[in-house]
């Protein structure tokens, strides 16, 4: 199969094109020739699109999908397929499924069921066995199924002991820890950033420094056994100072941010809207500002969707009750591209987290493979229901402005396009 891209600006700090606008010819999968200009033969499928850009392939590392287990919610065919017209030509799945994603077997079926998809995956395997907390899962053995890292999907490691002795165990093969940053006891029964709003609107509310207090404990805890952590969207301006301290002590850490925690605050709580009901939950103005902040300065290294499909009989119920969680991947692209630059948004959703989670880096350069993801980020418009592709519709940005828009991808010679 041959397909030409006509008139692709380029996104690729790696590539001799960088931000540069070109045609590129794809062949059988392996980009073959990239010109100012280059003519159609025979059979080439040709594909022009407004305010055509490519980047190499985003890579979300926080993405929910139901099987097995809560097929209602999303089924891993449809998610990978949603993930490819979101632009994500990479994603990894957490281990919240049903049964819990803490054996090889398991690790096995996720990446046997979506085999040949344009989008791949990559499972990671629970931190603990069933993600209670209580004994270390078959780390080793899942890392050779194919897991890319070991964490419990937004439950914190509340033995300090456990953490420690994960941390020095995955030394043995290089394995990433993630570490959900909340302590419980703190938090309680919160269900939202403890402030002036959840005074307002008499909901329990969800300290700062249950997120922060449990961070320190953690980066204590890497300090003494060295190794690998990653900690999964923080949410406080207090987070962000923590990290950056402890990578200037040069402990091998990173972080990343959930988009929703860029875009939005806790103001959205007015109106008790459970699509707005999420783990971290929203915070103030001024972390909002501070992650933002984090990001370009380079102590925030990855941004995720934590997309999180939940159905309607869990959402459609009273705020406090309701489940956490918002899908994100249809609006990802939209909402980063109103606060961040290109640039900075291609670096958070492919360079870095390629490098972190050990996926293999592609750059956009004649006789590569072709990884690409493929968007437009001119125009502004209102996401609603009809932008959402997923089976739940539960999405934090509903009636939001964005601007751009993700086309789709072209990797494993597929491609995927959202019409």
């Not at 059979?43 to 490519?54: I, P, R, S, Y």
């Not at 009273?318 to 994100?328: M, Q, R």
């Not at 350069?365 to 993801?373: D, F, H, P």
Request: proline share 3%.
């Amino acid at each position: 199969m041959t397909t030409l891209l006509k008139s692709a600006t380029i996104i690729d700090a790696s590539s001799p094109y960088h931000k540069q606008t070109k045609d590129i010819l794809i062949t059988d999968g392996i980009i073959t020739t990239i010109d100012d200009a280059i003519e159609p033969k025979e059979d080439c499928q040709v594909v022009e699109l407004d305010n055509l850009h490519v980047s190499t392939g985003w890579f979300d590392t926080s993405v929910s999908f139901g099987e097995p287990g809560y097929e209602e919610r999303e089924t891993l065919q449809h998610g990978v397929q949603v993930a490819a017209k979101s632009g994500f030509t990479d994603v990894a799945i957490n281990p919240n499924t049903y049964p819990i994603v803490d054996n090889k077997s398991a690790v096995e079926f996720l990446i046997n069921k979506v085999n040949g998809a344009a989008t791949s995956i990559h499972p990671i395997g629970a931190l603990t066995q069933q993600s209670k907390g209580i004994e270390m899962s078959e780390m080793y053995d899942m890392q050779q199924s194919g897991a890319i890292a070991f964490g419990d999907y937004n439950k914190s490691v509340s033995n300090d002991n456990l953490l420690k002795i994960a941390l020095l165990y995955a030394q043995n093969f290089d394995g990433l820890v993630l570490s959900f940053p909340k302590n419980n006891l703190i938090a309680g029964e919160g269900v939202a950033n403890e402030g002036k709003n959840s005074t307002l609107l008499g909901l329990k509310g969800i300290p700062a420094l249950a997120e922060e207090i449990q961070i320190a404990r953690d980066l204590f805890l890497l300090e003494y056994t060295g190794g690998k952590l990653h900690i999964p969207t923080i949410s406080t301006a207090k987070s962000v100072q923590l990290i950056k301290e402890a990578k200037e002590k040069g402990l091998d850490v990173t972080c990343s941010v959930a988009v929703h925690n860029l875009f939005l605050t806790d103001d959205e709580l007015h109106g008790f809207d459970a699509n707005k009901k999420v783990t971290p939950p929203l915070r103030t103005e001024e972390d909002r500002i501070a992650l933002l902040q984090g990001i370009k300065d380079g102590i925030i290294d990855i941004i995720t969707t934590d997309h999180n499909p939940i159905d309607v009989e869990h959402k459609k119920v009273e705020y406090s009750t309701a489940k956490d969680g918002t899908v994100g991947l249809e609006s990802a692209f939209g909402a980063l591209n109103t606060v961040l630059d290109i640039e900075t948004i291609v670096k958070c959703l492919s360079d870095n987290p390629r490098k972190r989670f050990g996926v293999d880096s592609v750059t956009i350069k004649e006789n590569e493979k072709v990884t690409l993801s493929i968007f437009n980020p001119s125009g502004e418009y209102t996401f609603s229901e009809e932008n959402i592709i997923s089976t739940s519709k539960n999405s934090i940005f509903l009636e939001k402005k964005l601007k751009g828009k993700a086309y789709g991808v072209f990797s494993k010679n597929q491609l995927i396009l959202n019409s």
